[in-house]
């Protein structure tokens, strides 16, 4: 019997290959992000952090939505005059009054009657791109890492795009500027020359909508609640706007962050564009290699490669 078994335990090991030749198994974007060392990691600045609080949802769960603004050059005149509406405690009491299926979801005064700041500045719509090269980059340079742009990327909308400073930008005819990607933030507008005063401001919860770029100001992106816009009803009136004035949801404040108490301030980092780690991490997002997939698509959209962002625990 011993000899039995020792001859089936033999014959088994002939079938099953031993795991220590087992390939490893190929991490997925995701598994790269989460892996990728702490030197890797850029905080955000709590001043860059737009914070809004909207009514609590029907079962009493507050509802906080984290906005990054945009890093300069790109549009600093709306950012300024944001950054004085939320000094100014402007959108208390306002509401999301928009919310249109695959596209935005949009808040400001419905009335139209509040008051703006009267320190507002105009901004021509020359500022919706800046010169190339133009973006002030604010990472600690990773050792080893690969310069930006890792390597331009066609694209239907622009001579080419590229990740600087950990945002996705565009290029064409020596001017740059920042794209409506998944949970990118804009200033509402109407008919041009008008160009918003950032006052009226909108989240992309739909498929990117790149043909509004260069025509309308990207000031940001959402990084954490995005699904508390997502998520709110559709409205049935023209382009999305809620009918009735009961179902706006009503937003309590919108600071940003280092006027919040210290222990109440989001903290947040995203992963350095100008990193190895993310380099594998575009190309992981470029050619899924991981066990689900079954065909590297070869290629993927600048937008189907978000920035990765997480929260920072409090120490």
């Keep these: 019997m011993k000899h039995l078994l020792v001859t089936a335990v033999a014959a088994a090991s002939l079938i099953l290959p031993a795991s220590a030749e087992e390939p490893a198994p190929i991490p997925s974007p995701g598994e790269i992000a989460a892996a990728a060392p702490a030197g890797d990691w850029v905080a955000i600045a709590p001043s860059d952090l737009l914070v809004m609080e ?9 509802r906080r939505v984290v906005i990054q603004l945009m890093p300069a050059p790109f549009s600093q005149g709306w950012i300024g005059n944001i950054r004085k509406l939320a000094a100014a405690h402007w959108w208390d009491g306002t509401s999301v009054n928009r919310v249109q299926d695959n596209y935005v979801a949009q808040w400001g005064d419905a009335t139209e009657k509040k008051v703006l700041p009267a320190d507002l500045v ?15 980059i604010h990472e600690t340079p990773v050792r080893g890492a690969t310069p930006s742009p890792h390597k331009p990327r066609g694209d239907g ?21 920042p794209l409506h990607c998944y949970g990118a933030v804009g200033v509402g507008r109407n008919m041009s020359p008008d160009t918003g005063s950032g006052a009226e401001l909108y989240a992309v919860i739909g498929h990117a909508p790149r043909h509004l770029d260069r025509n309308i100001a990207v000031v940001g992106r959402v990084i954490s609640g995005i699904e508390n816009l997502s998520s ?7 382009l999305g706007f809620y009918e009735d004035e009961k179902e706006r949801v009503a937003i309590a404040s919108i600071r940003i962050a280092t006027e919040l108490p210290s222990a109440d301030q989001p903290k947040f980092e995203y992963l350095s564009t100008e990193s190895d780690s993310f380099v594998r991490y575009a190309d992981a997002r470029e050619n899924r290699r991981d066990p689900f997939f079954i065909k590297p698509a070869g ?14 625990a409090a120490k």
């Design 54 to 62: 909207l009514a609590p949802d029907a079962k009493g769960k507050p």
């Design 122 to 136: 105009t901004v021509p719509e020359q500022d919706y791109t800046v010169p190339a090269g133009q973006l002030v």
């Design 157 to 177: 909308y622009a001579e080419f795009t590229r990740f600087s400073g950990g945002w996705p930008v565009a290029y064409d005819h020596g001017r740059e500027w």
């Design 232 to 238: 709110l009803p559709r409205g049935t009136g023209a």
């Design 299 to 312: 290629g993927a959209d600048i937008c189907n490669i978000p920035v990765p962002v997480r929260p920072v």
